[in-house]
């Protein structure tokens, strides 16, 4: 079946670093691939999405390239901010499908 | 603005007092979706709904409930709680169910059963 699996963390970084969360799937078919972010306290937003291959989903300075050979979806920023301290979410959707799968998120903290 | 809305935000209950938490979409949405978040597993599917009375289970539905008469309200039922229900709970909503379709959520609601 399709899942997500996606880079443990919690991950620590110092104001202005690089960041790359890991994120690869697995699923029949062309699924669209996502990330979400969620805030302390809030729901989960959208953070950028790609539909097919070779695809760059960015937004708010964060990229991720969508890589079917290598079924990955890696979440990259060059330089984070101490505002961009979230819980961040691999995901997955199938052609027609029911159901978001997610990975089970990456806590990141970045501190001045 | 669009917006998916969820009631109670928090909410204490004891073993088996039946509860409602409600969801309502703005954007005309035809999909809604429950999920529960739980720490290490992520987000998990209870139930989804493609249109208005139709439901269908997702990978945990067990004790719960919900119901789809109208199309933007997506409540769901706890008929007897019990404390493994204990949860961060999420309803979500998208356009369609194509894969291109993202989805919006709502704040979220947390649930503790004593």
């Known amino acids: 079946g399709d899942s997500v699996t996606q880079m443990e963390g919690p991950v620590t970084l110092s104001e202005e670093a690089f960041l790359t969360i890991n994120c690869t799937y697995t699923a029949t078919g062309y699924p669209s691939l996502f990330w979400y972010v969620q805030y302390p306290g809030e729901g989960l937003q959208l953070l950028l999405k790609?539909?097919?291959?070779?695809d760059k989903g960015s937004n708010k300075g964060f990229e991720a390239t969508y890589r079917k050979e290598t079924t990955s979806f890696h979440l990259e920023k060059g330089s984070v901010q101490v505002s961009d301290s979230a819980v961040y979410f691999c995901a997955l959707r199938g052609t027609g499908a029911n159901n978001l799968f997610f990975g089970t998120g990456t806590r990141l903290t970045v501190i001045p | 603005e669009a917006q998916v809305t969820q009631n109670p935000r928090y909410l204490i209950t004891v073993t088996g007092k039946k509860l409602t938490v409600t969801c309502s979409q703005n954007?005309?949405?035809?999909?809604m979706s429950w999920y529960r978040q739980d720490p290490g597993l992520g987000l998990r599917q209870i139930y989804y709904?493609?249109?208005?009375?139709?439901?269908d289970k997702g990978d945990v539905p067990e004790g719960y409930k919900v119901s789809r008469k109208e199309k933007r309200n997506f409540p769901l039922i706890l008929e007897s709680p019990s404390p493994n229900q204990t949860s961060l709970y999420f309803c979500a909503s998208s356009l369609s169910r194509g894969a291109n379709y993202g989805y919006t959520f709502g704040s979220g609601t947390r649930l503790t059963v004593v």
């Open positions: 790609a539909t097919k291959a070779d």
């Open positions: 709904s493609m249109n208005v009375e139709v439901t």
């Open positions: 954007m005309n949405h035809e999909y």
